[in-house]
């Protein structure tokens, strides 16, 4: 049992810790975005509602049980729905970072954008951390509904961006849910510094290479 309470004390502070960084590089403002973390008993750690990332307080972060009841610190963001409708279709997923970051914010309302490839592939990195990116309909914030929409990707996509609203990325860690979603942010900011220039994108030669070196899993429909 002491393992896991250190465990958790440790997840409560990568939490604040994460999402400080996020907050001090502005990658999301105000009280925007949060960060959930799934626990040992099945539960899991999320930051609460009307939090800024930048200045949270690791006793005060919301501990859900498996069913998602709040079972002690301040109330939970409104978004839970969203990340429990991810953990449900992403059985290996542990952590899952939403933010409100410009670049991706701004793709989402953009004419040409696939739904199913919401990116080009630009770079391997973008590739190996984010695989295909889905982007689903607009929902008011903290609408159940977004969680159908969520459900209909049958967690083919570990990175969704929600449109007019903000990225939503899964990953097997914190650190790894956190690092795909600074990947995408940059990786939307070259699509749109590049927008309307012709740019050379990688080859779908290239992009079997990298699915075939390091495994990527692409959905079938993404990055044709
Ligand atoms: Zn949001």
């Given at each position: 049992?002491?393992?896991?309470?250190?465990?958790?004390?440790?997840?409560?502070?990568?939490?604040?810790?994460?999402?400080?960084?996020?907050?001090?590089?502005?990658?999301t403002?105000?009280?925007s975005g949060n960060i959930s973390?799934?626990?040992?008993?099945?539960?899991?750690?999320?930051t609460?509602?009307?939090?800024?990332l930048?200045?949270?307080?690791?006793?005060?972060?919301?501990?859900?049980?498996?069913?998602?009841?709040?079972?002690?610190?301040?109330?939970?963001t409104?978004e839970?729905?969203l990340h429990?409708?991810l953990?449900?279709?992403?059985?290996?997923?542990?952590?899952i970072v939403h933010l409100h970051s410009?670049?991706?914010?701004?793709?989402?309302?953009?004419?040409?954008?696939?739904?199913?490839?919401?990116?080009?592939?630009?770079?391997?990195?973008?590739?190996?951390?984010?695989?295909?990116?889905?982007?689903?309909?607009?929902?008011?914030?903290?609408?159940?509904?977004?969680?159908?929409?969520?459900?209909?990707?049958?967690?083919?996509?570990?990175?969704v961006?929600l449109?007019?609203h903000g990225p939503v990325v899964a990953?097997?860690?914190?650190?790894?849910a956190?690092?795909?979603t600074?990947?995408?942010?940059?990786?939307?900011?070259?699509?749109?510094?590049?927008?309307?220039?012709?740019?050379?994108?990688?080859?779908?030669?290239?992009?079997?290479?990298?699915?075939?070196?390091?495994?990527?899993?692409?959905?079938?429909?993404?990055?044709?």
């Amino acid at each position: 049992m002491r393992s896991e309470t250190s465990n958790e004390t440790r997840l409560r502070e990568d939490i604040c810790r994460f999402g400080r960084s996020l907050f001090e590089r502005g990658l999301t403002p105000g009280s925007s975005g949060n960060i959930s973390v799934k626990i040992d008993d099945g539960g899991w750690l999320v930051t609460p509602t009307n939090a800024s990332l930048g200045f949270l307080d690791p006793a005060k972060l919301s501990r859900l049980d498996r069913g998602g009841r709040l079972v002690s610190g301040d109330a939970p963001t409104k978004e839970v729905p969203l990340h429990a409708a991810l953990y449900d279709t992403r059985g290996s997923a542990r952590a899952i970072v939403h933010l409100h970051s410009t670049h991706s914010v701004a793709l989402t309302m953009l004419p040409e954008i696939d739904p199913r490839a919401a990116l080009p592939p630009m770079t391997a990195y973008y590739l190996m951390k984010c695989g295909a990116t889905a982007l689903v309909p607009y929902y008011r914030p903290g609408d159940p509904a977004v969680a159908d929409a969520i459900k209909g990707l049958a967690g083919k996509y570990s990175s969704v961006l929600l449109a007019n609203h903000g990225p939503v990325v899964a990953g097997d860690t914190l650190e790894a849910a956190v690092f795909a979603t600074e990947e995408l942010e940059e990786t939307a900011k070259l699509y749109l510094l590049l927008r309307g220039m012709n740019p050379r994108y990688l080859s779908p030669e290239q992009v079997t290479d990298l699915v075939k070196v390091f495994g990527v899993a692409l959905p079938e429909q993404g990055h044709q």
